[in-house]
Structures are given as structure tokens and as C-alpha cells.
Nanobody
Framework: QVELVESGGGLVQAGGSLRLSCAAS????????MGWFRQAPGKEREFVAA????????QYADSVKGRFTISRDNAKKTGYLQMNSLKDEDAAVYYC?????????????????WGQGTQVTVSS
């Protein structure tokens, strides 16, 4: 069992940066790939980024490639999403998810454990 808690969301001006954190409880965080997804009002939840259990492999949605960076610190049982050059269209609730795959995945249904989400608001 893994419980996830996201933090770091907030209000930021367009062009600014935020770093989201995903703190995990439970003993198996480092056995799982991790993903970040987001959901804007009236839209479906969409893939943002994923990282393998070791951190050696990452994937990004085309819309965030070059601006966002996913990382993890298994010793701290925490994952991160560094978001730079934020745009209006990045505004959403951001969710982290883990397991059971080792490698992370773009597919929402591949993940077993989800956090409650953290709101990111971008002002122009």
C-alpha cells in the first residue's frame, strides 16, 4: 500500500516556475515507476510525465517537453515535477501516481495509487 500527498501548487504568473512534490508513505515507493498527470476543468485527465523506479528513464508529453522535468529521490520517498516557463494552458490540478509497473507509463489506467492532487493556477 502506498499513500501519496502532492504539494507545491499555487498561483504563478505566466513564464514563472513551480516545483511540485509527491511524498509517499509505505515501503515500496522505490519499486514503482511514477507518473504525473493533470486535469483542467471540463477536460479529461492527461499524461504529463513519467519516470522509472530508478530514475534512469523519463517520458514527457509533447506539450511540456523542454519545460518540465520529472525526478525522484527514493531515499526521501519523494517525486518531483519542476515546471518552468509556465503557460496559461498548464493550469490544472496535478496528480502523482505510482505502481505497479517499474517503468512508469503514459496510460492513466496503468497506475494503482493516486494522490489527491494540487492546484496550479497560471495568471497572464
Amino acid at each position: 500500500q502506498v499513500e501519496l500527498v502532492e504539494s507545491g501548487g499555487g498561483l504563478v504568473q505566466a513564464g514563472g516556475s513551480l516545483r511540485l512534490s509527491c511524498a509517499a508513505s509505505g515501503r515500496t515507493f522505490d519499486n514503482y515507476g511514477m507518473g504525473w498527470f493533470r486535469q483542467a476543468p471540463g477536460k479529461e485527465r492527461e499524461f504529463v510525465a513519467a519516470i522509472s523506479w530508478s530514475g534512469s528513464t523519463t517520458q514527457y508529453a509533447d506539450s511540456v517537453k523542454g519545460r518540465f522535468t520529472i525526478s525522484r529521490d527514493n531515499a526521501k520517498k519523494t517525486g518531483y515535477l519542476q515546471m518552468n516557463s509556465l503557460k496559461d494552458e498548464d493550469a490544472a490540478v496535478y496528480y502523482c501516481a505510482v505502481g505497479p509497473s517499474l517503468y512508469g507509463d503514459r496510460v492513466l489506467g496503468s497506475y494503482r495509487y493516486w494522490g489527491q492532487g494540487t492546484q496550479v493556477t497560471v495568471s497572464s
